[in-house]
Protein backbone atom coordinates (compact mmCIF):
# COMPACT_ATOMS: atom_id res chain seq x y z
CA UNK A 1 0.00 0.00 0.00
CA UNK A 2 0.99 3.47 -0.61
CA UNK A 3 -0.55 6.82 0.77
CA UNK A 4 -0.62 10.25 -1.56
CA UNK A 5 -1.54 13.35 -0.61
CA UNK A 6 -2.24 16.25 -3.42
CA UNK A 7 -0.85 19.61 -3.76
CA UNK A 8 -1.07 22.24 -5.66
CA UNK A 9 -4.53 23.49 -6.75
CA UNK A 10 -5.99 26.50 -6.47
CA UNK A 11 -7.62 29.11 -8.42
CA UNK A 12 -6.19 30.49 -11.94
CA UNK A 13 -7.75 32.73 -15.05
CA UNK A 14 -7.78 30.81 -18.28
CA UNK A 15 -4.55 30.93 -20.24
CA UNK A 16 -2.23 30.11 -17.07
CA UNK A 17 -0.82 27.29 -15.24
CA UNK A 18 -0.77 25.28 -12.30
CA UNK A 19 1.50 22.04 -10.84
CA UNK A 20 0.17 19.71 -8.86
CA UNK A 21 1.99 17.66 -7.06
CA UNK A 22 1.44 14.27 -5.33
CA UNK A 23 3.90 12.76 -2.76
CA UNK A 24 3.45 9.06 -1.73
CA UNK A 25 4.34 7.21 1.39
CA UNK A 26 6.29 3.74 1.40
CA UNK A 27 9.57 2.60 0.49
CA UNK A 28 7.66 0.79 -2.72
CA UNK A 29 6.92 3.98 -4.78
CA UNK A 30 9.59 2.93 -8.04
CA UNK A 31 6.94 -0.39 -8.18
CA UNK A 32 3.76 1.73 -8.74
CA UNK A 33 2.74 3.03 -11.98
CA UNK A 34 0.94 6.29 -11.40
CA UNK A 35 -2.14 8.58 -12.52
CA UNK A 36 -3.73 11.53 -12.49
CA UNK A 37 -7.57 12.06 -13.10
CA UNK A 38 -10.26 14.60 -12.41
CA UNK A 39 -13.95 14.93 -11.54
CA UNK A 40 -15.72 17.92 -12.55
CA UNK A 41 -18.96 18.36 -10.71
CA UNK A 42 -21.65 16.50 -12.25
CA UNK A 43 -19.45 14.05 -14.05
CA UNK A 44 -17.43 10.86 -13.79
CA UNK A 45 -14.09 10.85 -12.99
CA UNK A 46 -11.58 11.01 -16.14
CA UNK A 47 -8.00 9.73 -16.86
CA UNK A 48 -5.55 12.47 -17.22
CA UNK A 49 -2.31 11.39 -17.62
CA UNK A 50 -0.08 8.24 -16.70
CA UNK A 51 3.35 7.39 -15.84
CA UNK A 52 5.51 4.12 -16.04
CA UNK A 53 7.70 3.04 -13.07
CA UNK A 54 10.66 4.62 -14.52
CA UNK A 55 9.26 7.58 -15.79
CA UNK A 56 9.70 6.63 -19.71
CA UNK A 57 6.32 5.85 -20.81
CA UNK A 58 4.09 8.51 -20.41
CA UNK A 59 -0.11 8.59 -21.47
CA UNK A 60 -2.43 11.40 -21.97
CA UNK A 61 -5.89 12.32 -22.35
CA UNK A 62 -6.52 13.47 -25.50
CA UNK A 63 -8.18 16.96 -24.16
CA UNK A 64 -5.03 17.33 -21.92
CA UNK A 65 -2.40 16.38 -24.76
CA UNK A 66 0.39 19.25 -25.20
CA UNK A 67 -0.72 21.27 -22.53
CA UNK A 68 -0.25 18.68 -19.55
CA UNK A 69 2.73 17.17 -18.70
CA UNK A 70 3.39 14.59 -16.07
CA UNK A 71 6.70 13.56 -14.90
CA UNK A 72 7.96 11.64 -11.51
CA UNK A 73 10.90 11.50 -9.24
CA UNK A 74 11.54 8.37 -7.41
CA UNK A 75 13.98 9.40 -5.07
CA UNK A 76 11.44 11.94 -3.98
CA UNK A 77 8.77 9.65 -4.01
CA UNK A 78 6.56 12.35 -5.80
CA UNK A 79 4.82 12.60 -8.91
CA UNK A 80 4.09 15.83 -10.97
CA UNK A 81 1.23 17.56 -13.34
CA UNK A 82 2.59 20.58 -14.71
CA UNK A 83 -0.46 22.18 -16.56
CA UNK A 84 -0.53 24.92 -18.81
CA UNK A 85 -2.65 27.01 -21.11
CA UNK A 86 -5.30 25.93 -18.72
CA UNK A 87 -9.03 26.09 -19.98
CA UNK A 88 -12.41 26.34 -17.92
CA UNK A 89 -13.59 22.87 -18.74
CA UNK A 90 -9.77 21.88 -16.70
CA UNK A 91 -12.48 22.51 -13.68
CA UNK A 92 -12.41 19.77 -11.65
CA UNK A 93 -10.90 18.08 -8.23
CA UNK A 94 -7.55 16.37 -9.46
CA UNK A 95 -6.56 13.04 -7.48
CA UNK A 96 -3.28 10.81 -7.72
CA UNK A 97 -3.37 7.45 -8.00
CA UNK A 98 -1.48 4.19 -7.84
CA UNK A 99 -1.77 1.10 -9.74
CA UNK A 100 0.75 -2.45 -9.31
CA UNK A 101 1.42 -3.55 -12.68
CA UNK A 102 -1.20 -3.38 -15.25
CA UNK A 103 -3.80 -4.09 -12.09
CA UNK A 104 -6.30 -0.96 -11.29
CA UNK A 105 -5.53 1.90 -9.69
CA UNK A 106 -6.37 0.74 -6.03
CA UNK A 107 -4.49 3.97 -4.51
CA UNK A 108 -5.94 7.15 -4.33
CA UNK A 109 -5.40 10.74 -2.90
CA UNK A 110 -8.24 12.92 -1.22
CA UNK A 111 -7.90 15.00 -4.02
CA UNK A 112 -7.21 18.79 -4.74
CA UNK A 113 -9.45 21.30 -6.32
CA UNK A 114 -8.54 23.34 -9.57
CA UNK A 115 -10.55 26.21 -10.62
CA UNK A 116 -10.28 27.90 -14.20
CA UNK A 117 -11.73 31.44 -14.51
CA UNK A 118 -12.81 32.58 -18.03
Known amino acids: QVQLVESGGGLVQAGGSLRLSCAASGRTFSSYAMGWFRQAPGKDREFVAE????????TYADSVKGRFTISRDNAKNTVGLQMNSLKPEDTAVYYC???????????WGQGTQVTVSS
Open 51 to 58: ISRSGFGR
Open 97 to 107: AARLGSGPYSN
